[in-house]
């Protein structure tokens, strides 16, 4: 008499989650807590000073901060386009037609471009409101504009320098191969994120006046 044969349940395959990833979202966990603060000051000194914030909105040109806005977000898209040609595995423009020809260098070039775009327009109208007498020591309210957009500000340079290093290493390396497409969309996650927190910001400063 034979013996049936037993059959050994195949290993289970456990895909754990990117180290590298879950501790890009837990550090940016605790720059949203370092952001609400910010929130916190602004309206607190808004509250305390509203005949100071009536005066002080004034100054704003809504009209340029928007468009600066706009390049801001139209750069959340072009940086996406890049990590969907980094999921691809595709780091260079190829043959074609439509988005899908160029690879994530170009995106995160053009990324790039708009991101400086937006550093650079709210230097100038930092300029254009000094000149109107708000400065960051003239009350309240330009402490408060001058803290919450300039560490923005700090925070969209420290982007356009991780863009900087990825297409870098992107350059530097033979292939490109899955830690490359992971640091993508490691960056990725803090572009959008400082994108994100701008247009709060946008919303709270340009039109909750």
């Given amino acids: 008499m034979t013996t049936p044969a037993t059959y050994a349940p195949a290993p289970r395959t456990v895909k754990r989650p990117d180290p590298v990833s879950v501790g890009t979202i837990v550090w940016l966990g605790s720059e949203v807590m370092f952001f609400a603060g910010l929130f916190a000051i602004y309206f607190t000194l808004r509250s305390t000073s509203p ?25 959340s898209v072009t940086c996406q386009f890049g990590v969907l040609a980094a999921e691809r595995m595709q780091p260079y423009t190829v043959k074609g037609q439509g988005w899908r020809s160029l690879g994530m260098v170009p995106w995160f070039w053009i990324t790039f471009a708009l991101g400086a775009t937006f550093v650079a327009g709210q230097v100038w109208e930092y300029a254009q409101l000094v000149e109107h007498g708000v400065t960051i020591s003239s009350d309240p ?11 923005h500000g700090l925070h969209v340079a420290g982007g356009l320098i991780a863009m900087l290093l990825t297409i ?16 993508t969309i490691v960056v990725s996650y803090y572009w959008h994120f400082v994108d994100i927190v701008w247009i709060a910001l946008f919303a709270v400063i340009y039109f909750l006046q």
């Fill in 141 to 151: 309210y330009g402490a408060a504009f001058y803290l919450t957009t300039g560490f």
């Fill in 51 to 75: 005949g100071i914030w009536e005066e002080g909105t004034q100054a704003l040109n809504v009209t340029f901060a928007f468009i600066n806005t706009a390049i801001l977000v139209t750069s």
């Fill in 168 to 183: 870098g290493r992107v350059y530097a390396v033979k292939k490109f191969t899955h830690k490359e497409a992971t640091t």
